[in-house]
């Protein structure tokens, strides 16, 4: 049993910056990776940003220079630095992670329920 829980999403204005974050919980060996999506309505969810337990990231170009994602291994919290918004980033932002719940255990995707971040257009 995995939970992954989104908070910080919210209104801001254009040019603000706003800071996601992501906690895992339950029984969890090891996260592999974890990665933010986001979704507008009537829109396909597209991956944002992903990151690897070793720190290796990637990015969408549409954010690339704009947001930065970490991953604390330790207190299992990602987060999503947004920096710079701009109204097409108005969308609900989702968090994904791939875990190992137990030894010799096959890793597993995990979906949020995603938190709304707005801004005016």
């Known amino acids: 049993q995995v939970q992954l829980v989104e908070s910080g999403g919210g209104l801001v204005q254009t040019g603000g910056s706003l800071r996601l974050s992501c906690a895992a919980s339950?029984?969890?060996?090891?996260?592999?990776?974890m990665e933010w999506y986001r979704q507008s309505p009537g829109k396909q969810r597209v991956l944002v940003a992903s990151v690897t337990s070793s720190g290796r990231t990637n990015y969408a170009d549409f954010v690339q220079g704009r947001f930065t994602i970490s991953l604390d291994n330790a207190k299992q919290v990602m987060y999503l630095q947004m920096n710079s918004l701009k109204p097409e980033d108005t969308a609900n932002y989702y968090c994904h992670a791939v875990i190992t719940t137990s030894l010799m255990g096959i890793p597993g995707g995990y979906w949020g329920q995603g938190t709304q971040v707005t801004l005016p257009s």
């Open positions: 339950g029984t969890i060996l090891r996260i592999h990776s």
